[in-house]
């Protein structure tokens, strides 16, 4: 029904940002929740940040870990959400995955892109 396809990660030094993009193909609504989770080596996979939508206004919410520094949005008419990430941190470098939450019928699906590396050296 939905694929993901995450693109901006790469290497950056402390304190610097990146701005992933996820972009979505296929049957996804504008109302589909959206988000990022990020996976470390040898670590579970984690909650970053998550956006939602009524059908006129969007709203995020955030990993503890990243409050502050991290901001999520999305563009319907790219059918894109973003991650921009801002005061990166060493403990920043994780893979990173959009997610997508969507109904298909009476079932809700979980559905991923293939993940971005972000590497983020002190």
């Known amino acids: 029904q939905v694929q993901l396809v995450e693109s901006g990660g790469g290497l950056v030094q402390a304190g610097g940002s990146l701005r992933l993009s996820c972009t979505a193909s296929?049957?996804?609504?504008?109302?589909?929740?959206m988000g990022w989770y990020r996976q470390a080596p040898g670590k579970q996979r984690e909650f970053v940040a998550r956006?939602?939508?009524?059908?006129?206004?969007?709203?995020?919410n955030y990993g503890d870990s990243v409050k502050g520094r991290f901001t999520i949005s999305r563009d319907n008419a790219k059918n894109t959400a973003y991650l921009q990430m801002n005061s990166l941190k060493p403990e920043d470098t994780a893979v990173y995955y959009c997610?997508?939450?969507?109904?298909?019928?009476?079932?809700?699906?979980?559905?991923w892109g293939q993940g971005t590396q972000v590497t983020v050296s002190s």
């Open positions: 956006i939602t939508s009524d059908g006129r206004t969007n709203y995020a």
């Open positions: 296929g049957s996804i609504f504008s109302i589909t929740p």
């Open positions: 997610n997508a939450n969507q109904f298909d019928g009476s079932s809700l699906r979980d559905y």
